[in-house]
């Protein structure tokens, strides 16, 4: 089932509104749940606080200016994160995912994940302005001194679960915030959700979020093909099969060439393929030595070696190898003579 990325501006609403997708995610399973049967899908909200990761690890104030780019903390943070949604993200458990997620290449990563294990997800975004989101950290910073004072008379500490942030710290979290492209297939589909949007409003956004990544009508999700591993057969491994055949051609036009050059090589297209055998033009003005032919075979391999994990590489099987790398034998020759 989905993983669900709230993102936006620090304190815009993200949790406020990850606890309501929540409460509205819990609802649906509950409906959808015959009575005394176990739940089809099991629902999980992950954030800083439930890891009991401190805002201030995204503070780089405190840091030299040239290791504010490698900031440790903040790594590690995102390290908890990643470990947490990806123990738990399957296909029957929804992962709403509250946090920053202001870093494109941070997105890109979850998506990938849950590309992986086969399973929808999506962006849910806040919008609130930066006028508004500063008025509620300043307002926060404000009530945290002043619950701190009245701590001090009792002799009690506090602990904000919703703390604020220190005001340098969220200015430079707003400049790094990289907001959601839905151009992008990691930031699609995207909804969002701004601070004045009411109950109904909210509700419409969050049922149309549902049927996109959970509903009937949800698009399949397939793993990422450059990630499987191939077998070292006919069909299975293409850099394998690519080599094999080009030296093939070449160990062949070796050993049939004649002493004075020129001449045509034939090249069986190989088992169980019609249609006569391929035909290699040797220019007659010279013999081909090895080195030749390898730098050759070396220029075509290239040439065809980006399509490893391509859906449509299951077109270039042998014979189809032995056909293209014939051909621009060929013209490579015709060009030179």
């Given at each position: ?8 501006f ?6 406020t ?16 749940t ?12 992950i954030?800083?606080q ?18 504010r ?9 995102r ?13 029957r ?5 509250d946090g920053?997620n ?12 849950s ?8 962006i849910?975004?806040?919008?609130c302005?930066?006028e ?13 001194a ?14 904000d ?16 915030y ?19 949007d009411?109950e109904e409003?909210?509700?419409q956004?969050?049922?149309t979020?549902?049927?996109?990544v ?7 999700v397939k ?7 191939r ?13 094999r ?7 062949r ?15 069986p ?8 055998d ?10 081909i ?26 077109n ?10 014939v ?11």
């Open positions: 089932m989905p993983l669900i990325i709230v993102a936006g620090p304190t815009s609403g993200k949790s509104r990850a606890k309501q997708l929540h409460t509205y995610v819990s609802e649906r399973i509950k409906n959808a015959p009575s005394g049967a176990t739940p089809k899908y099991r629902l999980h909200l954030s800083d439930t890891l009991s990761i401190s805002r201030s690890v995204y503070d780089l104030s405190a840091l030299p200016a040239h290791t780019s490698a900031n440790a903390s903040e790594k590690d943070a390290a908890a994160i990643y470990g947490a949604v990806k123990r738990v993200l399957s296909d458990d929804i992962v709403i995912l920053l202001y870093i494109k290449g941070w997105r890109y990563q979850l998506f990938c994940e590309k992986a294990v086969r399973t929808p997800s999506c849910l975004q806040i919008g302005s930066k508004k989101s500063r008025e509620v950290n300043e307002a926060r910073l404000s009530s945290e002043a619950g701190a004072q009245d701590a001090r008379k009792l002799g009690n500490d506090t602990d679960v919703e703390g604020a942030y220190d005001p340098a710290n969220w200015e430079n979290l707003v400049f790094r990289e907001e959601p492209n839905p151009m992008t297939r990691w930031d699609s589909p995207l909804f969002t959700l701004i601070w004045e009411g409003q909210t509700r956004v969050f049922d979020l549902w049927e996109a959970a509903g009937e009508t949800r698009k399949i793993s990422n093909q450059a990630t499987v591993q077998g070292r057969d006919a069909d299975g491994d293409y850099l394998y099969v690519l080599d055949e080009t030296q093939d051609i070449v160990k036009i070796l050993e049939q060439q004649g002493d004075e050059g020129g001449g045509d090589v034939r090249i297209r190989g088992s169980g393929q019609g249609g006569g391929l035909v290699v033009e040797l220019p007659a003005s010279r013999k030595g090895l080195p030749q032919l390898q730098r050759l075979r070396r220029a075509f391999m290239g040439l065809n070696r980006g399509g490893i994990g391509l859906e449509g590489i299951g270039m099987g042998p014979s189809r190898i032995r056909e293209s790398f051909g621009y034998l060929n013209d490579s020759f015709e060009k030179d003579g």
